[in-house]
Antibody
């Protein structure tokens, strides 16, 4: 059974950094691309970043480009999101999500429960 | 970027009603469209992908159709657990944009 567990959320001051983690189990982690998706309180879903199964290819949404870095450690079955220069509008629940297939587009067949990032001085 | 526009933004309906939600892409995406359901306080759950293929375990009252730029999600006979927010998402190109969501409420 696929299980994704995010951690690392919390309160961060504007301009500071935070690293989120997502620990995966129940599937061969190194076979699948992984994404981060966020949701501001009361708002819709916003795609944040993607990393390929081997960690080589990465893409970012415009709102986080240059500030956030996605990475993975396949030996630890863990996905990361390094958040630098955090802004007030980064406040959201951050979900990690698993790609459903390596060859059929970037859809998400499993999601974590989310971790809340709050930005406050 | 591909923009995804859902309509309506919210809809009120009664148990047993048939409801249709529309999603329009700003450019053609073939059939590479996903539908998700999100209940309050929970992570989204994949219902349909691509376009019209029901995921395992999803009730048959859910159906999807469309290709190119216009897609629909239909719930044939609303059940209590269907009252939630629904999102479409294009899966073809970065950024993998979502629609703004359709909130389905009990009338």
């Amino acid at each position: 059974q696929v299980h994704l567990v995010e951690s690392g959320g919390g309160v961060v001051q504007p301009g500071r950094s935070l690293r989120l983690s997502c620990t995966a189990s129940g599937f061969t982690f190194s076979d699948f691309g992984m994404h981060w998706v966020r949701q501001a309180p009361g708002k819709g879903l916003e795609w944040v970043a993607v990393i390929s199964y081997d960690g080589v290819t990465k893409f970012y949404g415009d709102s986080v480009k240059g500030r956030f870095t996605i990475s993975r450690d396949n030996s630890k079955n863990t996905l990361y999101l390094q958040m630098n220069s955090v802004r007030a509008d980064d406040r959201a629940v951050y979900y990690c999500a698993k790609v459903g297939s390596r060859s059929s587009g970037h859809y998400f067949d499993h999601w974590g429960q989310g971790t809340l990032v709050t930005v406050s001085s | 970027d591909i923009q995804m526009t859902q309509s309506p933004s919210s809809v009120s309906a009664s148990m047993g009603d048939r409801v249709t939600i529309t999603c329009r892409a700003s450019q053609g995406i073939g059939r590479w469209l996903a539908w998700y359901q999100q209940r309050p306080g929970k992570a989204p759950n994949l219902l349909i992908y691509p376009a019209s293929s029901l995921q395992s375990g999803v009730p048959s009252r859910f159906s999807g159709s469309g290709s190119g730029t216009d897609f629909t999600l239909t719930i044939s006979s609303l059940q209590p657990e269907d009252f939630a927010t629904y999102y479409c998402q294009q899966t073809t190109s970065v950024p993998f944009t979502f629609g703004q969501g359709t909130r389905l409420e009990i009338k």
